[in-house]
């Protein structure tokens, strides 16, 4: 099975804050990750697929990037609705396993 | 637009047995293979089940092999989860999913929760 490893495992920033998650994964994936955004007591939501195309109606401040195994999300500036917890998954192969998540809160 | 419900979710002994569903729409629900993941209450995402978009292809984490069925019914649109031995470990949160695209994507229903507690 393919193990992904997030990090930060969680991250203290400001609203304008720019931010970088990463994400690796233990053998290569191609372009085969996706990122979400869960909120409390929400389902997941999907913000970019194919490790740097955005789903439509994200807002641009969020992108992707990577190919093979490490990736990263990035957020230009912070918003206050921005403060969530944040998941890669890999779709590579199956099981399409997660990153232990990265919780962003307000510093 | 794409639509995922769940129900089933409720209160279990542990041993005992449940069954999840997930009605799909919006979409063309039998060009798509279809997934379980769950979520334990603080902590992350794990991928229960698959299964493929004529059901030839099933998959199931060692969690739960054995105890657990992923089917599908193409002409009524749903997905389903049988999960019988049922554990203090398996309660969760269970979200039905949408995979699509070359990368997995997943599109996600809003959950249903199984506590297994006696």
């Known amino acids: 099975d393919i193990q992904m490893t997030q990090s930060p495992s969680s991250l203290s920033a400001s609203v304008g804050d720019r931010v970088t998650i990463t994400c690796r994964a233990s053998?290569?994936?191609?372009?085969?990750l996706n990122w979400y955004q869960q909120k409390p007591g929400k389902a997941p939501k999907l913000l970019i697929y194919?490790?740097?195309s955005l789903q439509s109606g994200v807002p641009s401040r969020f992108s992707g990037s990577g190919s093979g195994t490490d990736f990263t999300l990035t957020i230009s500036s912070l918003q206050p609705e921005d403060f969530a917890t944040y998941y890669c998954?890999?779709?590579?192969?199956?099981?399409?396993?997660f990153g232990q998540g990265t919780k962003l809160e307000i510093k | 637009e794409v639509q995922l419900v769940e129900s089933g979710g409720g209160l279990v002994k542990p041993g005992g047995s449940l069954r999840l569903s997930c009605a799909a729409s919006g979409f063309i629900f039998s060009n798509y293979a279809m997934g379980w993941v769950r979520q334990a209450p603080g902590k992350g995402l794990e991928w229960v089940s698959s299964?493929?978009?004529?059901?030839?292809?099933?998959y199931y984490a060692d969690s739960v092999k054995g105890r657990f069925t992923i089917s599908r019914d193409n002409a009524k649109n749903s997905l389903y989860l049988q999960m019988n031995s049922l554990r203090d470990e398996d309660t969760a949160v269970y979200y039905c999913?949408?995979?699509?695209?070359?990368?997995?994507?997943?599109?996600w229903g809003q959950g249903t929760l199984v506590t297994v507690s006696s």
């Open positions: 299964i493929s978009s004529s059901s030839s292809y099933l």
């Open positions: 194919d490790a740097s």
């Open positions: 999913a949408r995979v699509a695209g070359a990368a997995g994507t997943l599109h």
């Open positions: 053998q290569s994936i191609s372009n085969y």
């Open positions: 998954q890999q779709g590579y192969s199956m099981p399409y396993s």
